[in-house]
């Protein structure tokens, strides 16, 4: 079992940035993909980017790709978001999840365990 905590969401306004963090409670993280989502109301959860268990590989989704970053530090058994440039379509609630294979999924199912999420609203 891994437990998933977020942190680091907030009100910003368009152009802003913010970085979210994902704390994990396993100490066998490093074995887990991990990836971030994001869900609007109204809409179906999206993937926004992933990285391998090693950090080696990430992907990004076309949406943000050029200004969102993830990161992943193993030691501290935590994975970031860095959000740059901000707009208002940003705005959802964003979900880390980790997947045991360790390998990149962009497909949610993959995804054995997930955080409780994190507001991240950005105002025009």
Request: charged content about 15%; some cysteine; hydrophobic content about 35%.
């Amino acid at each position: 079992q891994v437990q998933l905590v977020e942190s680091g969401g907030g009100l910003v306004q368009a152009g802003g940035s913010l970085r979210l963090s994902c704390a994990a409670s396993r100490r066998t993280f490093s074995s887990h993909a991990m990836g971030w989502f994001r869900q609007a109301p109204g809409k179906e959860r999206e993937f926004v980017a992933a990285i391998s268990g090693s950090g080696s590989s990430t992907y990004a989704a076309d949406s943000v790709k050029g200004r969102f970053t993830i990161s992943r530090d193993n030691a501290k058994n935590t994975v970031y978001l860095q959000m740059n440039s901000l707009k208002p379509e940003d705005t959802a609630v964003y979900y880390c999840a980790a997947d045991p294979s360790g390998i990149i999924h962009r497909y949610h199912a993959y995804y054995n365990y997930w955080g409780q999420g994190t507001q991240v609203t950005v105002s025009s």
